[in-house]
């Protein structure tokens, strides 16, 4: 059974920085995964995303050059690490795995956690 754990979220005033992580277990070989959010009445929004083995990482437009997304195998875990943050990057952050179809494309991802909440004063 696929667990994803997120964990890092919080409240910070504009131009803080977080680290989310995510620690995923009972997956049996190297994923894509990823870091999406989500505001309320909108759609769920990719953030960025890795591959666990080989593959190329990709970042929306509107975090490139502010967050970075690495792993730690060892770990099972994956990072976001968030700087320079604006309050617009206020919303529930969800980390995916296993995507069939695009990268950024909900649907697409098997399997998801629970969230955990970041909130950006300013």
């Known amino acids: 059974q696929v667990q994803l754990v997120e964990s890092g979220g919080g409240s910070v005033q504009a131009g803080g920085s977080l680290r989310l992580s995510c620690v995923a277990s009972?997956?049996?070989?190297?994923?894509?995964m990823a870091w999406f959010r989500q505001v309320l009445d909108k759609e769920r929004e990719g953030v960025a995303t890795i591959h666990t083995g080989v593959g190329p990482t990709f970042y929306a437009a509107s975090v490139k050059g502010r967050f970075t997304i690495s792993q730690d195998i060892a770990r099972s875990t994956v990072y976001l690490q968030m700087n320079s943050l604006k309050p617009e990057d206020t919303a529930m952050y969800y980390c995916?795995?296993?995507?069939?179809?695009?990268?950024?494309?909900?649907?697409?991802?098997?399997?998801w956690g629970q969230g955990t909440q970041v909130t950006v004063s300013s």
């Open positions: 009972g997956l049996t070989s190297r994923k894509r």
């Open positions: 995916a795995a296993d995507p069939v179809g695009g990268v950024f494309t909900p649907s697409a991802y098997k399997y």
